[in-house]
């Protein structure tokens, strides 16, 4: 292995990918950004972060992946507890504990406007397709009067875990391609933590998520479901959770509000966002005289599902690991908003992108991140090393984008391109 191409060998190794892939990206993008040795610096300013990381967590230089692993988990857990103190979270499962967690977050990061749905027109939609689950759930005969006592948005989210998705998709959200843009309007974010009526309903919801937030995009609500996993960093996987989802709820008002300026095709990308729509197929390849740098756009975690999905082994760039960065960079901002809330949070500040393989105990290596989220997640599936290891990868795409072109870019031309799913520079 030649100290030129090192590098490049090192980050297709992380990234799963063939060399050649790393190595036609690079002599592309050099070309056509006239920047040289971007991810050479790329994979030093990685190994100095490592470094300095372990440092911080008392590692050594040459610490086995196990030691790292174990304690990015105990700063997890070590966090988790100085947030709980702080938020006063102290039995999460407790309602008013998690309201004290979304106020919490609302102070860091105050919910703005949006584009979204109007709620009159989100009641016409449940008239005409009524929710029979959650009727018969909550003792109700008629969707008018499940209307007129409970709350509307509560019963929308509802819809996530008490309704059978086959008739989500085909029967209810079927009724969205005769949305047009005057049937959305401009109003405020909400993050709520839904009523303890849904608890029992939304456990298996919870269990398949692995955690207990989630958002209507369309409606422009964040929603706590009021289920924990009793699993420790609770509080901390509740709070990143809410940063992200914030984000992304952002993120897709931004999207629907430029849709709205064509009205023609505004239910057709609206439908296609909110099912998370990616390109089905791979693309022609061009003659290597004519190819410029392409990157696929993709808008969820398909390793969630297949860790052999092939859109993940080509060039692309995941609005997803772009709102986890920026719920990262609010984690550090916790200590503004309480002088005397000095808990280490930056430490998990800008590295989500960052890992490498250590040795283990049997003398093979294992990839090990420095993904906050990738860590938390992990304590859900109890110290698995290898099930969560997507939303670091992601980051690092990502990463390697920003390095050419920019953050600014990265999220324009993720919402520029994710209809299409793909662009070419």
């Known amino acids: 292995m030649s100290n030129q191409n090192h590098y490049q060998q090192k980050l297709a190794r992380i990234l799963r990918v063939e060399t050649a892939v790393v190595s036609n990206l690079e002599k592309q993008l050099e070309r056509i950004t006239g920047k040289a040795g971007v991810l050479k610096n790329l994979m030093e300013n990685n190994a100095a972060i490592l470094q300095k990381k372990m440092s911080e967590l008392g ?12 304690a990015l988990v105990s700063k997890v857990e070590a966090d988790d507890i100085k947030l709980s103190e702080a938020i006063r979270t102290f039995f999460p499962r407790d309602h008013n504990d998690q309201e004290n967690a979304v106020d919490f977050v609302k102070k860091v990061h105050f919910p703005g406007k949006g584009f979204f749905l109007k709620k009159e ?14 009727l018969a759930s909550l003792g109700y005969k008629y969707v008018e009067e499940l209307l007129e006592k409970e709350d509307l948005l509560e019963v929308y989210s509802a819809l996530r875990f008490l309704e059978d998705a086959d008739w989500q998709n085909s029967v209810f959200f079927k009724q969205y391609e005769a949305l047009r843009p005057e049937d959305f309007e401009e109003r405020e974010i909400e993050m709520r933590v839904l009523d303890g009526k849904w608890a029992r309903a939304a456990e298996a919801f919870v269990a398949k998520k692995y955690h207990n937030v989630s958002h209507l995009k ?15 960093g609770e509080t901390l996987r509740l709070v990143t959770l809410l940063f992200h989802y914030l984000h992304e709820v952002e993120y897709y008002s931004s999207l629907f509000f430029d849709f709205s300026k064509n009205e023609h095709d505004f239910a057709k990308k609206l439908i296609s966002t909110l099912r998370g729509d990616v390109i089905e197929n791979p693309l022609p390849e061009f003659p290597i005289e004519v190819q410029r740098p392409r990157f696929l ?22 609005p997803e690991a772009l709102h986890w960065e920026r719920a990262e960079a ?43 989220i990738d860590t938390i997640m992990s304590l859900v599936k109890q110290r698995e090393l290898v099930k969560y290891l997507y939303h670091h990868q992601e980051a690092l795409w990502n990463k390697i984008f920003i390095d050419y072109f920019g953050a600014k870019q990265l999220e324009e031309k993720s919402k520029e391109y994710l209809i299409r799913g793909w662009f070419e520079i």
């Not at 916790?334 to 049997?362: A, R, V």
């Open 330 to 372: 609010e984690l550090s901002k916790i200590k503004e908003i309480g002088p005397d809330f000095q808990n280490g949070l930056e430490f998990w500040s800008g590295i989500g992108w960052t890992g490498d393989y250590f040795p283990s105990e049997n003398n093979s290596e294992v990839l090990v991140n420095f993904n906050i």
């Open 59 to 70: 590692l050594a230089t040459k610490a086995k992946a196990q030691e790292i692993y174990d």
């Open 297 to 318: 756009v993709i808008q969820r975690y398909l390793a969630k599902n297949s860790i052999n999905d092939w859109r993940l082994f080509q060039p692309h760039i995941n």
């Open 121 to 134: 027109k989100a009641k016409q939609l449940l008239i005409a397709q009524p929710p029979k689950k959650i």
């Open 218 to 232: 369309e409606l422009g609500v964040v929603f706590v479901v009021p289920v924990f996993l009793g699993i420790s």
